[in-house]
């Protein structure tokens, strides 16, 4: 029995762990030796194995009390970009250094009290910054994906690769991500997975280790909606440590699932036929819209005008924000610290080994889109090119509910292919930055494999606040698209 | 007032704006529920939020934005009901961020003005360009040796208001009386405790010298001026220091300096080359601050009567003179005590009774007022005992050595003493009796010059050991000699 549990999704999973039919530990002890099998992927910076049998050990005593929380048993990953208490908690970056939190950010400690499992801390872009994974100081992360053709690694996107990368290849029955363009997205979509970042100010961000504040959201993986939609309302809530929190009921994310879409209606942005957009990956868009269409939805094409300034844009306000963001990491109160002769050289110092190449490239354009004499033609026209990316949105919802898209211009790509441009790195979010730099809710959900065999994703955008609207949609193209191909390397279930 | 200096080449003046830094007074930081008591052991009044720990964020204290609000009131200023805090980047170890979360093109407080009272009964304005609240930095201890520097990061987060002045100053005089009146409007208000040793009220001063009527010079600011008493020096030396250089054929650099009090002069700190881009921008973990429409008009009706609306009434209704009624409203519990006193007696003797009395022994004492031996209540009962005739000025004056002693009430000290004055008419007959028999030559001199009669009064107060009623003994002396 225990060979398969690692296979169950988390609605099963809860269902197994309510009828007694197995254990917290046992599901957990499942997950590890996924985790010990597929260490070569290198999803996890830090696994916590014994921490997750005493949580599950608990959670089985709770669970036989008849105090089972929503998330009782269910072993989890975490991004390593949430501070932990007590466990490392790294960024992906070497500045920190061996730091361990006093403190626990408050989505995992909702999922702790949910009772969930903390398996351990994924591998991830350092801060978050990139699309590939391959910006982490602990080594890349593989894809369980290859090419049915070869067995060259495929990366699995980013930021948040780890946690992709221990769902898909189940390790864990979901994990937690932060996107701030597309950092969950884009990895579900090329790990064949789900992956929803709610709307900005739905989850709380405090402990969440920040890359640009006005745009990071943490949000769930998970292998099918309705798990996403489980995982996502157990950290959802207003926060009072977090100002930019919203203080606004949480819907039940599950309700949609499952309905019809009748007298939805939904469009299809036009401006997102953009150039470099693979064709077959058009074709999935096209099938998408004719899936929805049949399930009863209104499909309409809609304008986004400004959509074409939106990955500019975003290349402004991130950046900017990020060059203040990891002005702390000085070498100073904790992480790393290289001595130099003075203070100015022991700042360059420290920082020169602890931050990765990315993370100093974008330190260096939000620090050049700050200063004296270039802040208004930059920082402040990407503040107003945000604005009408908003009255976009505003416009096309006031005829649609939601929009369909694809998550990325291709699949993934082998490691060792990635564009050495990094404006064309860049690229891979040009779909997904929009609802980073709007707010709205965004969800990917596998939907087709491309001619070389790799998963797709389309994404679904939808109004601010309407979760259950985007899940219910996500849940309609997931049953059209009866998406049940496993990773390769991964056996078929029995 | 007009303060200039005298060069070589003719008559200059000085421009000074000040730049204050008050810290509100408050039991949280501006973000972070972490105490604010000052004095605690290093690094121990400092949350996750202050040390600039991974994913921490700011919320700001409500109590803090009131309290910024009430001083823009008291500052008869423009009240912005939304307002931006922007992040102020530099690096410094005793910046925990990396930033400073400060405001910048949206203050909370907009234009206001402070009424200087003026030596001679007179008044200026000095405009306020704008007040805006920011978190105080770490405090870096370079003395300790060892060739380190060590870090407390008490005061990290701490809420500040900056105060800014218009460049209206145009005397070294007028920044103290600028800073002591702006001292006196936050204690009223309850914002500030105005403590300049501990650091809650700190000064920088822009400094520009010109030639009547010529526009605005380059400024220097000058950093660090945090006593009362070094304002008007720093300013001054400054001030010299740059006329010495245009008089030489020099030019003012801009730049920053530093005042130093035990040299009494001032030094380069920074140069405009030197000078941080601070890269100032809205920062996106605070929402804009919007204050809600009754929030300012709740504060503005629970302000206290302030120093000048104070002054004047004094002027008004108990008939002081403007000198007296500044000096009584320069500190709340001043005017507090004040009004107490004057229920009881006379309101113009009760100021000259704590201007000269009790401001000379408290300052003599090292008190102040709240300290006072003699409570407002026990001074009103002296002047009470005054007027109703129980004690003659000089005999109030010895009571009320023994109330600054002992801190006990009059009537209890006249009680036990016997210090009553003596107004028993039979009595003090019966001494002026005795006095014309013995002395015939003093009568004839009196009767022939009665303005000399002091002589027997005098001889009453002295057989009476001062406890007659000069008053009563003056009319029966009179009467009895015929005068």
């Not at chain 1, 929803?196 to 739905?202: A, C, E, F, L, V």
């Not at chain 1, 819209?289 to 290349?315: I, M, N």
């Not at chain 1, 064309?424 to 809710?441: I, R």
Request: negative net charge; glycine residues 10%.
């Amino acid at each position: 029995m225990s060979v398969d549990l690692h296979r169950l999704t988390l609605a099963e999973a809860k269902k197994g762990l309510a009828a007694r039919e197995f254990r917290a530990v046992e599901l957990t002890e499942a997950s590890i030796a996924q985790m010990e099998c597929h260490r070569a992927l290198n999803a996890f910076i830090t696994e916590t194995p014994e921490q997750a049998l005493a949580m599950a050990k608990a959670a089985d005593e709770r669970i036989a009390k008849g105090e089972a929380g929503p998330l009782e048993g269910i072993p989890i990953a975490v991004k390593d970009l949430f501070c932990t208490k007590g466990i490392r908690t790294t960024a992906a970056s070497n500045i920190l250094g061996n730091f361990v939190p006093p403190y626990e950010s408050t989505v995992t400690k909702k999922l702790w009290e949910a009772g969930a499992v903390c398996l351990g801390k994924t591998s991830l872009d350092q801060f978050g910054m990139g699309s590939a994974n391959l910006n982490s100081a602990f080594g890349l992360v593989k894809s369980p994906w290859t090419r049915p053709s070869d067995a060259k690694p495929l990366v699995p996107g980013g930021s948040s690769g780890g946690s992709a990368v221990a769902v898909a290849a189940r390790m864990c029955l979901a994990a937690t991500g932060t996107d701030t363009g597309g950092s969950i997205r884009q990895p579900a979509a090329y790990t064949g997975i789900t992956g929803i970042k709610p709307t900005y100010g739905r989850c709380s961000r405090f402990g969440i280790i920040a890359y640009a504040s006005s745009l990071d959201q943490a949000g769930a993986f998970a292998r099918n909606v309705r798990d996403s939609a489980i995982l996502l309302q157990a950290m959802a809530g207003h926060d009072p440590n977090d100002s930019t929190s919203a203080d606004l009921p949480v819907p039940d994310f599950t309700a949609g699932i499952g309905k019809s879409l009748k007298g939805l209606k939904i469009g299809i942005p036009k401006e997102y036929r953009v150039e470099g957009l693979s064709p077959e990956i058009d074709r999935l868009w096209q099938q998408g819209a004719d899936w929805l269409r049949a399930q009863g939805a209104e499909v309409k094409e809609v304008s986004l005008p400004h959509s074409r300034y939106a990955l500019a844009t975003y290349y402004i306000i991130a950046p900017a924000e990020v060059s203040s963001n990891l002005a702390r990491y000085d070498g100073m109160r904790y992480g790393l610290r290289v001595e130099g002769r003075n203070l100015t050289e022991t700042y360059e110092k420290s920082r020169g080994a602890g931050f990765g190449d990315e993370a100093k490239r974008r330190i260096m354009i939000g620090t050049y889109v700050l200063s004296a004499g270039y802040y208004d033609a930059y920082y402040v026209k990407a503040q107003k090119v945000r604005r009408i990316l908003v009255n976009n949105f505003r416009k096309v919802f006031e005829e649609v509910d939601a929009v369909l898209a694809p998550t990325t211009p291709t699949p993934a790509f082998r490691i060792g292919e990635e564009p050495d441009d990094p404006v064309a790195m860049y690229l891979n979010d040009v779909f997904t930055v929009t609802a980073n730099l709007t707010g709205l809710p965004g969800m990917s959900v596998p939907a087709g494999l491309s001619s070389d065999g790799l998963p797709l994703g389309l994404q679904i955008m939808g109004k601010p606040w309407d979760e259950p609207t985007v899940l219910q949609i996500g849940a309609a193209l997931e049953e059209a698209a009866q998406f049940n191909t496993l990773p390769y390397g991964i056996e078929a279930r029995a | 007032m007009s303060w200039t200096i005298e060069g070589n080449t003719g008559t200059w003046e000085i421009v000074v704006g000040l730049e204050v830094h008050a810290q509100v007074s408050s039991q949280a930081k501006l973000f972070s529920g972490a105490a604010t008591a000052y004095g605690a052991e290093p690094n121990t009044q400092v949350s996750p939020v202050d040390a600039g720990m991974p994913g921490m964020l700011p919320v700001v204290n409500a109590y803090c934005v009131e309290q910024a609000v009430r001083t823009g009131l008291g500052l008869k200023a423009e009240i912005n009901k939304v307002s931006v805090f922007e992040r102020k980047n530099y690096f410094y170890p005793d910046l925990p961020q990396g930033y400073q979360i400060s405001q910048y093109q949206h203050p909370i407080v907009g234009k206001g003005e402070l009424i200087l009272d003026m030596p001679d009964g007179s008044q200026r304005p000095i405009g306020i360009t704008r007040l805006h609240l920011e978190q105080d930095a770490g405090k870096s201890i370079h003395d300790q040796g060892h060739d380190t520097t060590l870090i407390d990061l008490n005061r990290s987060g701490v809420a500040l208001m900056e105060i800014v002045s218009e460049p209206d100053i145009r005397d070294p005089e007028e920044a103290v009386l600028y800073m002591r009146k702006l001292r006196s409007i936050l204690r009223y208000l309850g914002t500030c405790d105005g403590n300049m040793e501990e650091g809650s009220l700190r000064c920088d001063a822009n400094v520009s010298v010109r030639k009547p009527g010529q526009p605005f010079g380059t400024r220097c600011e000058i950093k660090n001026v945090n006593s009362m008493r070094f304002v008007a020096r720093a300013i001054e030396y400054e001030a010299r220091r740059q006329v010495d250089i245009l008089e030489s054929g020099g030019v003012i650099e801009q730049e920053t300096r530093l005042f130093d009090s035990v040299k009494g002069e001032t030094r380069s700190m920074r140069s405009k080359e030197e000078a941080h881009d601070y890269r100032y921008f809205p920062d996106p973990d605070l929402l804009p601050l919007e204050l809600p429409d009754d929030f300012v008009e709740k504060i503005r009706a629970s302000l206290p009567e302030l120093p000048d609306e104070k002054r004047a009434r004094f002027m008004a209704e108990y008939g002081l003179s403007s000198y007296d009624a500044g000096v009584l409203v320069a500190e709340r519990e001043t005017s507090e005590y004040y009004e107490e006193a004057a229920r009881h007696g006379d309101p113009k003797q009760a100021a000259n009774w704590i201007i000269t009395e009790l401001f000379g022994r408290l300052n003599k004492a090292g008190m102040d007022i709240t300290q006072s031996p003699i409570s407002a209540a026990n001074l009103g009962k002296l002047l009470g005992l005054i007027k109703d005739g129980t004690l003659s000025g000089r005999l109030a004056k010895d009571v009320f050595t023994i109330m600054f002693d002992t801190g006990d009430a009059p009537d209890k000290i006249v009680e036990e003493r016997g210090m009553k004055q003596v107004t028993d008419t039979g009595a003090i007959e019966a001494i002026v009796d005795k006095l014309i028999a013995d002395n015939p030559g003093q009568v004839a001199t009196v009767q022939k010059n009665p303005k000399v009669a002091g002589w027997f009064t005098g001889q009453v107060m002295k057989a009476t050991g001062g406890k007659a009623n000069p008053g009563v003994v003056n009319e029966i002396v009179a009467k009895k000699l015929g005068i």
